[in-house]
């Protein structure tokens, strides 16, 4: 498989339904598996680092109307433009790289705290020049949103984990993600995580490095010829 894809997303579909929104995955057959989140509450709709869809509009309609779109690593911008351009919104950035607007081609807003009025707060991940990242809580549905530190795609994960730490955070795994207890994890490559996620989440954070020659290892093998 391909680890990205392009062009009309035709195989699009929705990998997880849960109480307060939806999770889809544009391209299943590419290997990066890059996937998105519409957060719903009282209509109002929330995308997370969207990747289009043709039935895109349809969902959003479905679920309510949309209220943002929210992008949460500074290199996830993908198609968050676009889709707020459709729908006459606006794309959410966090204050932290709030700088990254001139990247977008439509309407910005920042957020610092609180997304809104969407039930989420925003917490830094890292912050660094070349990497920076924010997630989402609600602490009412223990819904945690991961955009990239870690995630369920194949070459996240070592053999045994149904959730693993970015292959280039192994060494340095994010303990800012220590103490939740997360009724589902979404996260931004892979199906999202809806059982039993914090034991999930304290056994990729503390075998990060133990586990990490396995999934080396693994992804050596995926690379070198049989």
Request: proline share 8%; hydrophobic share 40%.
């Amino acid at each position: 498989m391909p680890m990205k894809q392009g062009g009309e997303a035709r195989d699009a579909r929705r990998v997880a339904e849960f109480d307060g929104g939806f999770s889809w995955i544009a391209y299943p057959e590419e290997d990066m598996q890059r996937a998105s989140h519409a957060l719903v509450s009282d209509g109002a709709v929330w995308l997370v680092d969207p990747v289009d869809a043709p039935e895109l509009d349809d969902w959003i309609g479905e679920a309510g109307e949309l209220a943002g779109v929210v992008v949460l690593l500074d290199r996830h911008t993908r198609d968050a433009a676009a889709i707020a351009n459709r729908h006459g919104s606006s794309v959410y950035l966090p204050e932290a790289f709030a700088s990254a607007r001139h990247k977008i081609d439509a309407p910005v807003e920042t957020f610092d705290g609180t997304l809104a009025d969407s039930g989420y707060r925003a917490f830094s991940i890292l912050d660094t020049p070349v990497w920076t990242e924010v997630g989402l809580y609600d602490d009412d549905a223990r819904t945690l949103v991961v955009p990239e530190s870690v995630g369920t795609a194949e070459y996240f994960r070592a053999p045994g984990e149904r959730l693993g730490v970015h292959p280039a955070r192994r060494l340095f795994p994010p303990t800012a993600l220590r103490g939740f207890l997360p009724e589902r994890i979404l996260v931004g490559h892979g199906n999202p995580l809806t059982e039993d996620a914090p034991a999930a989440l304290r056994a990729a954070l503390s075998g990060s490095r133990q586990n990490s020659p396995g999934l080396y290892a693994k992804t050596l093998r995926t690379f070198l010829p049989l």
